[in-house]
Structure formats: C-alpha cells, structure tokens
C-alpha cells in the first residue's frame, strides 16, 4: 500500500509512505517511482498520524449516558449516588449481554481514531483485529471499591506486570491521602500507572511509572483535573477518556478540551496519545517512522488550519482512512474509487455527522442486536 501526499501532523511536512506487512516500509518526500500493484491512495489537503492511545477505557461501559448531575467531591460520593438515583438507567445498559457492549465500546474507540485501548476491568470476552485491545497489565479497580487491593497489589505472581489503577480521583482530603496509602502498600515496588491523579500533588507522583490523564471524565465528575502542568516534570503522562458513564463518546471532545486547558504544550498533548502510550505499554506504534507498526490515521484537513490546529481541530467525520497494523479497519467511502479490489461486504456503511464511514465488520448489525435488549439506546452514528 502507498498513501501518497499527506501532511504529517505537527510537523507539518509533505510525505509519502509505502507500507508491507503492516510495517511503515518507507518514507519519502516525493512520489514513489515504482508504485506497486495493490492500494495506491493520493490525499488532498489530508494530515496524518499516528493511530490514537487511548489508555484508559472501560469498554463494556460505553452504552451508559453520562450519569451524574451535580459535581462531588470524589468518585466514592458519585458512585454513592450512582446506584442510588440512577438504578433505573443502569439496570436499561446492563440488560445486554456483555460481549455486545464490549464490541460497541472497540467500535467506539475505532471511530474516532483510535487503534490500541487500554481496557480498565476484566478481561474481554470477545476477540478483535480492528484494532488493538491492550490488557498485557493488572486491571485493579481503586482503593476504596476493590476490598482485596492490597492482596492484588502485592500478589508475587504478577510482579512484573504493570498495576493499573484509579487513584486520586477526587479534590477533597481523602482523595490526596488515599494516594500516600496507596504508594505506602506497594511492597513490591510495583511499577504503578495511576489514573485521573486530580489530587496528586508533584511528591506524589515520583511514585508512578506514568499517569493517565482523563480530562472530560475529571471535569464531568469533579470540576477540576488533575494538575499535569506540574505532574509532568516528574512521570510520564499518558491520554485517557473512561467511559461514557463520565463524558462524550467522542475523544476528540476529550482531547479539545485539554488542549483548552494549555496545561501541557501541543507536542507534550501529542505525545500523551502517541509515543508516550507506545512506549509506556511497550508497544512498536505511536510514531510515523520506517520500521514501525503501521498503525495510522489520516483526516481531512480543515479550511484555513495550519500547524498543530490541522491536527487538533479534527473530528471524527474528518477522519479518512484509518489503518490497523497496516490493514484497512475505518475508510470515507470518497476513497471508494481508488479502493480497487476492496471487499465491500466485509464492511459496513453508516453515517457519521453526514458522512459515510466504511467500517470492518457488521457494525448496523451490532447495532440492531444491541438496540432489542435496550430500544431506547443512542448511537453516534445511524
């Protein structure tokens, strides 16, 4: 596959790139003289990037609105009132059966450029090639809803694997020393990846591997996020969204509104969802370079943008192509023509904000299944 006269995201330089067995094979600057027989695609006015790394998602979560209707102090106080208040709502979700929940929160995260999640929780039941589902670590919910935290923190057989867990999600008193008992228990000197850290103070997090940052989930529950202006000096930061329980299915909103924040540079926001995920969750993408996993997206460039903005102003509709270790999961049915060959029946058509979106797999399918055990559920796409 060659994808022809692309803008590289940030970067702003003119590229073309031949890819084989779902590797980035070479990067030019001018046309490739000896295009080869297969998909051959010219852009106009397009950006490229690297497949986003959404490092926190619960993804059985994803058909729940957001629930909430007040800002609390902590994530104990929301849930408290969570299945308090709002059981009528979440008895609707849990109504359906968990491996369809599952595959609309991969497609969620697909259509909006995502290739690899971290998914939060057990593991999944259902498999997946759209894209890449990383659960290579230890899920353990929080200190305050998992009982067995400590056993599970310190359990010898899984020393070597990445603890991933909430913390800090909160502004009060509690919520910051809940962080210190947290470190304190780490007996194993485990390597710790917190997320939402909206308490963590800089001493706090020398103490973590990294920190997955979820603005719009933190600003939905508690009004305030955590501090990464500062946190970054001292970890590694990473991107998340959560679920829909706490903020929009569209990660784009999410990512909007850190860059809103400008608590981090456009190239430190960048990197949180690309070389810095790579890198935490050992992973060969996250960067557009010879020799890496062909994991890209590329979006239609809005009028008048240049700089960081092509890359920051995109939303889902705008994105054209989408590659899963350098197999097509997401195209614009524009590219149709130069598609040549392309199976269509492997992909279905729905629209998208006026645009036609051609996914891998039987997504109005899904769709209608979920739709029997929940008829009132709303989708981003029809």
């Known amino acids: 596959m060659i994808l022809n006269n692309v803008k590289i995201a940030l970067a702003g330089s003119l590229v073309n790139i031949r890819i084989n067995d779902g590797k980035i094979a070479q990067l030019l600057p001018e046309p490739f003289l000896d295009a080869p027989a297969g998909f051959n695609l010219t852009f106009d006015n397009a950006v490229i990037f690297p497949g986003l790394i959404n490092s926190h998602d619960h993804l059985d979560f994803n058909l729940f609105p957001a629930l909430g209707d007040r800002i609390y102090n902590n994530y104990t106080e929301w849930g408290r009132h969570l299945h308090k208040d709002h059981v009528a709502a979440i008895n609707e979700v849990l109504k359906i059966p968990i491996a369809l929940r599952e595959q609309w929160g991969i497609y969620k995260n697909l259509l909006c450029g995502v ?46 694997l990445q ?48 920190l997955v940052w979820c603005p ?116 614009d049915e524009e590219l149709y023509p130069q598609l040549k060959g392309i199976i269509m029946e492997d992909y279905s058509r729905v629209y998208l904000n006026g645009t036609c979106k051609c996914v891998y797999g039987n997504l109005a399918t899904l769709m209608k299944e979920i739709r029997e055990y929940h008829p009132k559920v709303v989708f981003p796409v029809v």
């Open 115 to 160: 290739t690899t999640v971290v998914n939060h929780g057990k593991r999944l039941k259902v498999k997946t090639d759209l894209i890449t589902v990383y659960e290579d670590c230890q899920s353990i919910h929080s200190v305050q809803f998992e009982k067995k935290w400590k056993l599970a923190l310190n359990n010898p057989f899984k020393k070597k």
């Open 163 to 210: 603890a991933v867990i909430h913390t800090g999600e909160g502004t009060d008193r509690s919520s910051h020393t809940e962080i210190n008992k947290l470190i304190r228990w780490n007996l194993l000197k485990r390597e710790l990846i917190g997320v939402h850290g909206v308490a963590m103070n800089e001493a706090q997090s020398k103490a973590f591997k990294a």
């Open 216 to 331: 719009g989930s933190n600003y939905f529950l508690l009004g305030d996020t955590a501090p990464v202006n500062l946190l970054k000096k001292h970890t590694t930061l990473l991107f998340g969204t959560d679920s829909t329980l706490t903020g929009s299915w569209n990660m784009w909103e999410h990512i909007y509104l850190a860059h809103k924040t400008s608590f981090l540079t456009d190239r430190e926001l960048y990197d949180t969802l690309t070389v810095n995920a790579a890198e935490t969750w050992n992973l060969d993408s996250g960067e557009i370079a010879e020799g890496k996993t062909a994991d890209l997206v590329i979006a239609k460039m809005k009028p008048g943008m240049a700089g960081a903005d092509t890359f920051f102003a995109v939303d889902p509709e705008d994105i054209l192509l989408v590659l899963h270790k350098g197999k097509i999961s997401l195209f």
